[in-house]
């Protein structure tokens, strides 16, 4: 395996959520598109209307396309941009998270559901109730309770969800709190019901601390959550990574609990060609691989990206290192 190479290159993909479902990898990406639209900080230029399932029987073998398993016209409750999804499953049935646009512009998150890993996936007729915001990430602990993990900053429009409740559109764009002695917004987490459809309880915020214990600050742009949630399980411990952003790196913090708090323990990835960072972390066959994203396949294009991956590891003190 060569983390240079794209995984996939007859079609543009990004922020690719992988899992080892049935001795395969499966990869659940964004599927980018050509577009005249001009980059902004609201993420227009990212017009992705459908998804594709892809899988591998090793890291060093062919990819399989499945095809499209799900587009934008098949769910009632979408206006546009498909953007980054992610995947689980429980009891058989196999569950694809997915954020898009409402009737009234606003990110939600939906779920549609399938018998087989590759889709396709017949979407619900409404959103998540109580979801908001982008990038879902669905973590199955060992006890079989599912979490979904999401949020994102500017353009993810995270920033514009009040204490109340309320969405307020005056904070959409590259806006978010900023300030000496303001904590950074954190991403939000929501235990699932057992059907895996709705959330169980009201969604809270998922805190990241520094080693002193106290939350990471909204000025620390190294170190604070933008998107890209993800959640791992290794020796016991959920490890929480994400993207910081405008830095361009891919970070991570350790907990005890799926709720956190987590404790910032460092980066995973340097940046990459191109704006955006968005990853994933799978176990397969013993061994640890991140999966990501750059812009090399488009010459740099940032809303034209390939997923690629690298193997992983970690040290005696639970740190990883590439």
């Not at 007859?10 to 690719?16: E, F, N, Q, R």
């Not at 196999?94 to 996936?121: Q, T």
């Not at 915001?133 to 500017?154: H, M, R």
């Amino acid at each position: 395996m060569s983390d240079k190479e794209p995984l996939i290159t007859h079609l543009y993909t990004a922020d690719p959520s992988a899992h080892a479902f049935n001795g395969k990898i499966y990869i659940y990406p964004s599927h980018d598109r050509e577009t005249d639209i001009q980059d902004n900080d609201n993420g227009d230029q990212y017009d992705m209307n459908d998804y594709h399932v892809f899988s591998l029987d090793s890291l060093t073998g062919p990819v399989t396309d499945h095809g499209v398993v799900l587009k934008q016209e098949d769910v009632p409750w979408v206006s546009k941009q498909l953007w980054a999804p992610d995947a689980a499953t429980k009891d058989g049935k196999y569950y694809l998270y997915f954020p898009a646009r409402d009737k009234e512009g606003i990110f939600r998150c939906g779920v549609a559901v399938s018998d087989k890993p590759e889709g396709p996936f017949k979407p619900q007729e409404n959103y998540i109730k109580g979801s908001y915001s982008i990038d879902p990430a669905c973590f199955v602990d060992t006890d079989g309770s599912a979490y979904l993990y999401f949020g994102g900053l500017w353009g993810g429009q995270l920033q514009c969800w009040q204490k109340d409740g309320h969405f307020d559109s005056a904070w959409s764009g590259p806006q978010e709190l900023t300030g000496k002695g303001v904590a950074a917004q954190g991403p939000r987490v929501a235990k699932m019901t057992n059907d895996m459809l709705e959330f169980a309880e009201t969604p809270r915020e998922a805190l990241i601390v520094d080693e002193a214990g106290k939350p990471i600050q909204a000025d620390d742009h190294q170190r604070r959550f933008f998107e890209a949630a993800w959640m791992h399980k290794y020796q016991d411990k959920y490890y929480f990574s994400y993207s910081t952003g405008d830095s361009h790196l891919l970070a991570y913090a350790v907990g005890d609990s799926p709720y956190g708090p987590f404790t910032q323990r460092g980066t995973i990835l340097e940046p990459v060609v191109g704006w955006t960072t968005h990853h994933s972390i799978v176990e397969f066959e013993g061994r640890w691989y991140l999966f990501y994203h750059d812009s090399s396949l488009s010459g740099g294009k940032n809303h034209l990206r390939c997923v690629k991956a690298r193997e992983i590891f970690y040290d005696e003190k639970g740190d990883i290192h590439i």
